[in-house]
Structures are given as C-alpha cells and as structure tokens.
C-alpha cells in the first residue's frame, strides 16, 4: 500500500511532521511516542495537556516506509492512550514519533471517486492515477441526519427477481438484508442486483467489500468493467487479509463517500455491503485486543452499538434516497446468532437463503417462509399482490408440513387435496427459480429480468390449476409463464396446437429445452 507524505505546511520530505495520505494536516502539531505494540493495538504517550480525544486520527512515523494511520480508542491515564492501527504495525519500535492530526480520519469523496478502488484511509488500489490533490474530504465519524430532516421510502425497488420482488420487496431508500450461511448463493445474489439494475437504477452505487477474499474483489472489479457500472461506482474494500481495524472501518469510509452524493451532490445513492458479518467480526477482534471482557458467544459488549452507529446512518434525507443491500453471513447456519438478530432488527427486508434449496438446485435457494418484508401490505403493493404472494406462501408452508408424510407413505397416501396443492407448491417453486446475468458464464444459460405483473400473472395461474397437468421441469429456470409454456408444448408436439394461441414466447434456445 502506498502512502504519499506531505509536512502540515504541505513541504514534502518532512519526516518529523509527514502525515498518511488521506489524513488532515490541520494541528498535526501534538507529538508523543509509543511505548507499547501489541500487534495492532499501540500504546502511546503523550503530554498530559495535549491528550488526543477518542476516535482521533493519529499518524505513527516508521522507520522505513510510509506512516501507519492510527485511531485512539482509549485513554489509559492523564498521558496515555491505546490506538488501534489500521495497517501494519510489523517493525514498529518503541519511541516511534506520533502525531496527532486534530480529528477523525478523513477520506476523499466527491465526483474523483467514480471508477476507483479505494481502501479504508482512501488510497487507491486500482493501479490508476493518483487523487487530484483538491479533491475534497470528509471525516469517516459522523452523526446521523437528525429524524426531522429524514425521508421516508419513497417506493417498490423493482428488481426484476421473481421471488423478491413477491415475497420480500424492497423499499427505494430502504434496507435489505440477506442472510445465508457459506456456500448458499449471497455473493451471487448481491452482482446479480448490481447487474440487474445498471438499467433501471439512475444513480451512484457505492460498494464496501468488508473482509472479502482479494479474489472477489478483483473479479468485482473486472465484472464491473465489463458491464459498464464501474463509471458510476465507487468500490471501498478493507480485505481479509488486512488488520481488523481496517475491516472495521471500512464500512464508515464507503459510509462517507456515499453521504457526499447524498448531501452535496443530491443524487441516489446505492449502497451494497458485502459481508456486514465482518465487520461484526472485525468489532469483536478489536474488542479483544483492547482488552474488553467478552459478551454473549464471544461477541464485543459493544455489539449493538456499533451495528447501530453504521445503520442509523444509512437514512435518506428529503428527496434524496440512500438504498441498502447488504449480505450477511450466518455462522453455522445459525440463525439465532447475536450477530444475526442484531442486523435484522434495523432492515426493512430480510432475503434468508435455505441451504436445503440451494441443495435441490433451487436458485436463487430463497426461502419463501423465513423471508419477509415491511412491504408486503396491501397499502404498499395492492390488494392483488398482498393476496397472491399470501397464497403462495400458504401453499408452499402447507406442502412443508406435509414432506414428512410424504417421506414416509409417499404422495399417493395423501388425499385428493393435499396432493393437488402440493403440485402446485412444487410447480411455484420451480417456476420462482430463475437464470441470472452474472452466471451465465458457468451455466450457458441467459439471464431473466421479470417485471412484477409477469411474476403476479404466473403465480396466480399455477395457484388457479392452469399448470396442473404440466411437468414440472417446464417451469424451472425460466423467465415468464409463457417461456414456460412454450417449452411445455415442445416437449409434448401433440398438444402444441391446443395451447399455440395463448404461446406469446419465443421458441426455446438449446439451453432452455435441456
């Protein structure tokens, strides 16, 4: 990681005043010195009538290489503090000169940012052209809108995903969340809603890649590239590999840039976060270098607090929205983890992916039971949305309870009725799968965009026994019910010239007929 270093007076080659980029230069005049490193938590004194405040940005001077950039965490006693370091600490000594820069770490933001890779203090990654040295800051620590300037959802988030936009839509200026554990589609999910809304999305997207692999974000990267985003796009990663308290702070930095547009430049904002786990995560490793006594399964006592200070700022203020989708990672697919429940309770949608699904090959493996969205009222989406998406759920809920039964007796024990409806709640969740853009590359299969009235209209038929006589096959991994239609009456030549006036659909490619 390079750093630049300037003196406050901006004379470079100052070593006794030089700060790290991304850092203010105004008061960079208090100097102490460490006397303790304990990996990434620095010990470090300084004159009593000059302590630096909590959450001050501190740059500690190496011997060789750029400065390390530091925040106060704690103040130990009338001289000292204890900073986190949000790089490297590897070679540090004691009596290393420190400096305190007169307030919270600030990044660049602004117009400058579109197209770059940034990292937690703002430094590019990408490899391109260096920041514009006007380009302006904002420090990452800030309050948030107060509620009476706050704006509320200004509408339905189409997404063009069947079983999302039913069952848990989402809000323009709302949060979602999905929830999954390893392995179960979160990652996919989130690239196929950045792709899915290059076309109906007029605005700036920011996405924080909080503890992800460098290959993620280096296909994120190419992906975006490739489909034309990245113009539009800022891309914050703190990755696995660096200090927890660069994954801890990663989230304010993209935080920041996306409340610039916000308020200054007033446009939408979409901000995705992927995975807020980790920055739980990140919170609980620094909790334990700091020395604090653990709370509920080892998590920081601080818990609900920090997951509140991040999603309390992500508000839409006037007529300006901020969209949140963040993934979430369960560990063991433990849906009761503190972690958990603490994210859940400030979104609006909760998206949770079934491991059981993805198992049966059911993508995007969405569970239309635990799933659920403020949204889903009869005032927000109509009476015939409300309806439908209810009886789909019923339907599916009591094909569940009957999977026991039939694992035992088998299909042909249950009554006339039970058997009818699980037919359909079968049909409904094949025909609630669909083929996305980013996989196309794997599966040969082109992605499906559905409109909400294409997804209304196809429930409502199979829940009306249109579908009963179909195979289910015809309905799996299809876009509309009239792309499953048509691939019903090729795969039965006999009956094509019963159903040829109601086929609206194209022919199926070979993809589709496999």
């Not at 770490?105 to 400058?112: L, S, T, Y």
């Amino acid at each position: 990681m390079t750093m630049t270093e300037e003196s406050p007076d901006g004379t470079p080659g100052t070593p006794a005043t030089s700060l790290p980029s991304g850092q203010s230069n105004q008061a960079a005049t208090v100097q102490g010195s460490v006397i303790a490193v304990r990996g990434a938590v620095v010990d470090i004194a300084f004159d009593a009538m000059t302590l630096p405040l909590i959450e001050e940005s501190l740059s500690i001077i190496a011997d060789d290489g750029p400065p390390i950039i530091a925040e106060v965490q704690a103040q130990l006693d009338e001289s000292t503090v204890r900073a986190l370091a949000l790089q490297s600490t590897n070679g540090l000594r004691r009596g290393a000169p420190v400096y305190a820069t007169g307030g919270p770490i600030q990044v660049p933001v602004g117009e400058a940012m579109l197209g770059r890779l940034i990292d937690v203090a703002g430094t590019p990654g990408d490899r391109g052209a260096p920041l514009p040295p006007d380009v302006p800051r904002r420090p990452i620590h800030r309050e948030p809108p107060p509620l009476s300037s706050q704006g509320a959802a200004t509408g339905i988030f189409a997404t063009g995903i069947k079983i999302i936009d039913l069952l848990t839509p989402l809000a323009q200026g709302g949060k979602a969340a999905m929830f999954g554990g390893a392995g179960v589609g979160k990652t996919v999910l989130v690239m196929e809603l950045i792709h899915a809304m290059v076309e109906r999305y007029q605005g700036i997207s920011v996405f924080a890649g909080v503890g992800e692999r460098t290959r993620e974000g280096h296909e994120m990267l190419l992906d975006m590239r490739g489909s034309g985003v990245l113009p539009r796009t800022v891309l914050v990663y703190g990755q696995m590999n660096e200090p927890p308290g660069a994954r801890w702070r990663v989230p304010l930095t993209a935080l920041t840039v996306a409340e610039y547009f916000r308020d200054e430049r007033h446009q939408n904002v979409l901000l995705l976060m992927d995975n807020v786990f980790r920055f739980v995560q990140a919170g609980a490793e620094v909790s334990g270098l700091l020395g604090r006594l653990p709370s509920r399964v080892g998590y920081q006592p601080t818990l609900a607090s920090e997951v509140a200070a991040l999603q309390e700022r992500i508000v839409s203020v006037g007529d300006v929205s901020v969209t949140a989708i963040e993934a979430v990672y369960v560990p063991a697919d433990d849906f009761t983890d503190p972690a958990v429940t603490t994210i859940a309770s400030h979104v609006d949608s909760m998206v949770v992916l079934s491991r059981s699904m993805a198992a049966e090959g059911m993508y995007p493996a969405i569970d239309p039971i635990a799933s659920s969205s403020v949204l889903l009222d009869p005032l927000v989406v109509g009476e015939a949305h409300a309806a439908i998406a209810t009886e789909v759920r019923r339907t599916i809920e009591h094909y569940r309870e009957l999977q026991d039964v039939i694992s035992l007796l088998g299909v042909e024990e249950l009554g006339s009725d039970d058997r009818r409806i699980v037919g359909r709640a079968r049909r409904l969740q094949r025909f609630l799968t669909q083929p996305f853009a980013v996989t196309e590359a794997f599966t040969g299969v082109p992605g499906r965009s559905v409109a909400v009235a294409d997804t209304l209209a196809g429930c409502k038929a199979i829940l009306a026994g249109e579908c009963d006589s179909w195979q289910e096959n015809s309905l799996y991994m299809v876009g509309t019910l009239d792309e499953a239609r048509a691939r019903e009456n090729a795969s039965h030549p006999a009956a094509q010239t019963v159903a040829s006036t109601s086929v609206t659909a194209a022919a199926p490619t070979p993809s589709d007929a496999k």
